[in-house]
């Protein structure tokens, strides 16, 4: 049963990928705690783990080239396996759209709109993103190469800006934290930017043929913005030094020091646009794949309907979801990485492993080519 007819090209699943990793330069805050001056090699670490992920990722959709992920679940699990994966799979799709969402509405009231409640900007964004969602994929993912290229080429810019304030002595001592730091930091960064494109899966689907597989594309988005989080991460600590593990947002506290003549200061302003933009278009990616894979859940014969439903649930539960910043920065970097790591890994590993195990037709993935 199709759901969604509209198809995109690899491309557009690519730069997807980017603007979903790209959005999370404002969550460094996570794992600069952890190890501090050397956050970056931790962010190095994890996009070489996420290789074998993105693998993982791609040979699930060759192996069940006309299935999205829910449709996977039933087809290798069986209906009550199939069933026990989706529900978790769905319940993480929702929390994370929830966090995003929590993210952005307390982005934007602390940085741009302080008189306005949280309420009025998480409504605001999911009434958008529903919009979008309600005529398809095409339309969601039709800005994504102009949104990573900008946010690319400003936050870039941005880093050239700097320079001026940069003290490469900030990035060291290199490997002076313990071992399990870095263990634990690389977890973070793997699980939060990179794990999190498993949501791309409920979409693989509907994008048109590739010559060459769909892993170059996967590794091809998370590369470029991989680089865009790192570039952020060393040009953060090279300005700021010990005190950035100390910032709910070092991206912001940077670019306040960054003046391009005397009467162009207040940089951070191009920032803020720029992360909300990406916050907005992953919030309505993560909306879009929790939307999907309920309706297959439920079998449903148009996943318009439950638009509103889960939108009305994402902002509910982001009003209640931590009762501080500081709990939420607990949650990142001690709870999360370990539950996500489950559904970004675990989950899509067995489903693959158990798939092959059972003798499934793989040889259906031949019609996209190699992985």
Not at 131 to 137: E, K, N, Q, S, T
Not at 255 to 264: N, P
Not at 347 to 355: E, K, N, Q, R, S
């Amino acid at each position: 049963m199709k759901l969604e007819s509209g198809r995109i090209s690899p491309l557009q699943l690519m730069f997807s990928i980017c603007c979903v990793i790209q959005s999370s330069s404002m969550l460094t805050s996570f794992f600069l705690p952890v190890t501090r001056q050397d956050s970056w090699l931790c962010v190095l670490f994890s996009m070489l783990v996420a290789l074998p992920l993105y693998y993982i990722y791609c040979a699930l959709a060759k192996a069940y080239p006309d299935k999205n992920l829910i449709e996977i679940f039933e087809t290798v699990f069986g209906r009550v396996g199939g069933m026990a994966a989706s529900l978790i799979t769905i319940w993480f799709f929702v929390s994370i759209t929830t966090y995003n969402l929590r993210d952005i509405g307390l982005f934007v009231k602390q940085t741009i709109m302080v008189d306005t409640p949280v309420v009025v900007i998480m409504g605001i964004c999911i009434l958008v993103c529903a919009y979008g969602i309600y005529y398809g994929l095409r339309v969601v993912t039709r800005y994504a190469m102009a949104f990573s290229v900008l946010a690319f080429f400003i936050l870039v810019f941005s880093s050239f800006l700097a320079t001026a304030k940069w003290d490469f002595k900030n990035l060291l001592p290199m490997f002076s934290q313990p071992a399990l730091h870095y263990v634990q930091s690389t977890n973070i960064a793997l699980t939060i930017p990179f794990g999190e494109s498993v949501i791309f899966l409920m979409v693989t689907p509907n994008v048109k043929p590739a010559k060459k597989g769909l892993f170059r594309y996967f590794i091809g988005g998370m590369l470029i913005g991989g680089f865009t989080v790192l570039n952020v991460l060393i040009r953060d600590i090279a300005v700021l030094g010990n005190i950035v593990a100390m910032l709910t947002l070092p991206p912001f506290q940077t670019l306040r020091m960054v003046e391009l003549t005397r009467a162009l200061s207040r940089m951070e302003i191009i920032f803020a646009v720029v992360l909300i933009i990406l916050l907005f278009y992953k919030i309505m990616m993560l909306y879009y794949a929790s939307v999907l894979a309920i309706s297959q859940f439920f079998k449903l014969k148009s996943f318009r309907p439950v638009i509103p439903i889960v939108g009305a649930f994402c902002t509910a539960y982001a009003l209640f979801i931590h009762s501080s910043t500081i709990e939420h920065a607990v949650f990142g970097q001690q709870y999360a990485p370990i539950i996500w790591l489950f559904c970004e890994y675990l989950i899509p590993f067995v489903t693959l492993a158990v798939g092959r195990l059972r003798g499934r037709p793989q040889e259906a993935g031949l019609q996209r080519g190699t992985i």
